[in-house]
């Protein structure tokens, strides 16, 4: 299968970019960098590091000699993307006591420190994206992906969709806000990645316009599909406790339509976002079979 080759190809280099970038545990101050390094390797499914090789590929027709900034890039979002999850399972946000099939970072660190790793993993994914030029990227494009990557984690993006997440608990809020959180809190950094993946790849107009359509339906039906999998999913798969939103009475895709037409919904989005790139084709590919592989996943 054309995605477990890619990602038999590329997942092993984007962990190694990951953990020559993070600070050793060695140095000092010791603990942070140990609980920074603690919830960003070993686990996850590197997804978004994948869509930024993915579409850096796609844009490229494939040149090589642009995967060391693909692998800088994908570094940086899920050193991004760690942060939000440490801050996420914080007992003042979701209260989660695992995460990835071990205990969240505050459970091990104490929350002073979970908060702190955070804030560092967010300022060292930046310091990442602004060394893409030495790896080849053009420094005008290197300023429009630290402005896209930022936008996306800022109150208008990553941080805004989890405010009104957080303020929406317990009422009954519309469609279209339910919308707003999941493209905003999750959506946003799918959203980024792609397209600065596609901007160092090269990307013209008509590329990026195709590349932001697919990740806005990406985005959309990855949620859809937590929001199914935390009705019914395995939580030995999943590595955390199932049934946590409607215990926090969160409003999510599955109480919203019930869960056959939330499937249906995912399917749909998952079409819609490979219909996006088909012009792309063979290129494409990848991203056609990431979007089925998120629908499809049992974890």
């Known amino acids: ?26 140095a000092y101050p010791e603990r942070l960098h140990a609980s920074m390094r603690y919830s960003t390797l070993g686990g996850g499914k590197r997804l978004r590091g994948l869509l ?24 940086a979002v899920e050193m991004l993307h760690a942060y939000s999850l440490i ?24 929350e002073a420190l979970a908060v702190l790793a955070g804030d560092a993993l967010l300022t060292e994914s930046f310091a990442l994206l602004a060394q893409l030029e030495e790896l080849g990227v053009p420094a ?5 992906i630290v402005r896209e990557m930022a936008r996306a984690g800022g109150s208008l993006g990553l941080i805004g969709g989890q405010v009104v997440d957080l303020e929406s608990e317990g009422r009954v809020i519309s469609a279209e806000m339910l919308e707003y959180i999941h493209t905003h809190k999750t959506g946003a950094l799918f959203r980024a990645v792609l397209r600065c993946g596609a901007m160092i790849g090269g990307a013209d107009v008509k590329e ?11 985005g959309l039906c990855f949620q859809i599909t937590d929001d199914i999998l935390d009705v019914v999913g395995d939580e030995a798969k999943l590595g955390k406790k ?15 339509y019930g869960l056959d037409r939330a499937r249906q919904l995912a399917a749909n989005t998952m079409e819609e976002a490979k ?21 499809q996943r049992d974890h």
Do not use: W
């Open 1 to 26: 299968m054309i995605l477990e080759r890619f990602m038999e190809e590329h997942l092993p280099g984007i962990e190694r970019e990951l953990d020559q970038c993070l600070p050793t545990e060695a």
């Open 52 to 75: 930024a090789v993915a579409s850096t590929e796609m844009v490229s027709k494939g040149r090589s000699d642009l995967t060391p900034a693909a692998y800088r890039l994908a570094a």
């Open 87 to 110: 801050h996420d399972d914080l007992p003042c946000m979701d209260d989660d006591d695992f995460r990835r099939g071990k205990l969240s970072n505050h459970k091990v660190f104490g």
């Open 140 to 144: 005008k494009q290197v300023t429009k």
């Open 208 to 218: 990026l316009h195709a590349v932001t359509r697919y990740a806005e339906c990406f």
């Open 242 to 256: 199932i049934g946590s939103d409607a215990e926090q009475q969160k409003i999510t895709y599955v109480s919203l």
């Open 275 to 295: 219909a996006a790139v088909v012009e792309f084709r063979p290129a494409s590919d990848i991203l056609c079979q990431l979007a089925e592989f998120v629908v």
